[in-house]
């Protein structure tokens, strides 16, 4: 019995069409999230209230390093461009491979170990948006925080209504993300029982292959036709229609055996 490595088959059908039914609604939560924060819906308005209530650096950094000809310092992650950039392409990805697996699944050439590889990067990339969302900012030293405020703390802390929307959109798009995370986690959960031993996927496979190899021919394997009733021509040739028209002719000719 040899394991089978790309052609194997996954073990529960149900439990895939479900996780596809939660991956979408979640890719969907995280492409209208994302989506209406892009450019800057509310990350600058964000940053600007942390620095006011003392939980991190200021926005005003970038303003004085034009005003003093100073070149531009690094800004953290979590309040740069770079990560909404990110959430957006990673939320758009999400849905065009969640597609072209559903097709795949549908067609049986969604297979687990192509599957693994896939979960994997998803896992990697929603890991890198958690974080780029939750991230440090050390960028002023006199008002260091290790975690986004937005997060760490409830949006009721800020006076303005409007920065409370603000906190509480960027709550939901960082929960959407967690679960979205926990959903591929899930997948490659399912790959992992896809990929383990499984004797009697392995058994059928082989058995398959034994039946139509040239090797089980030789040894006398043969094609087998059925319903066929034995006579003196089907014993040594093929059963065709036109081999019953010419047992009937036979049998219709009584003068042949008189007349040689």
């Known amino acids: 019995m040899a394991y089978i490595l790309l052609r194997r088959q996954w073990r529960s059908t149900r439990a895939m069409y479900y996780t596809m039914i939660a991956e979408l609604l979640g890719t969907v939560a995280v492409l209208v999230l994302f989506g209406i924060s ?20 200021s926005p005003n950094v970038i303003l004085y390093a034009y005003a003093n000809y100073e070149p531009q310092p690094t800004l953290p992650f979590v ?23 559903l097709i ?47 997060i760490a703390k409830p949006c009721t802390v800020a006076a303005n209504l409007s920065i409370q929307g603000d906190c509480k959109m960027a709550k939901g798009a960082f929960a959407a993300t967690c679960i979205m995370f926990g959903i591929y986690l899930v997948n490659i959960g399912l790959t992992v029982w896809a990929l383990l031993p499984n004797p009697a996927n392995d058994i059928v496979d082989d058995e ?47 003068l042949r055996n008189q007349y040689p």
Not at 89 to 95: F, M, N, R
Not at 120 to 136: D, E, K, R
């Open 38 to 57: 892009q450019p800057d819906l509310y990350r600058t308005n964000l940053w600007r209230a942390g620095h006011e209530l003392g939980f991190n650096s």
């Open 104 to 150: 795949a699944f549908i067609m049986h050439v969604w297979f687990p170990i192509v599957a693994m590889a896939i979960n994997i990067s998803l896992v990697v990339l929603y890991v890198v948006s958690m974080y780029g969302q939750a991230g440090p900012d050390y960028l002023d030293p006199n008002y260091p925080s290790p975690v986004a405020w937005y």
């Open 208 to 254: 398959d292959d034994d039946d139509s190899s040239p090797t089980a021919l030789k040894k006398g394997g043969a094609w087998q036709m059925h319903s066929i009733p034995p006579t003196p021509r089907t014993a040594t040739m093929p059963y065709t229609p036109r081999t019953m028209a010419f047992n009937t002719l036979e049998r219709k000719l009584p």
């Open 79 to 101: 309040w740069s461009q770079a990560i909404t950039d990110f959430n957006v392409a990673i939320s758009v990805l999400s849905l065009f491979l969640l597609l072209t697996k």
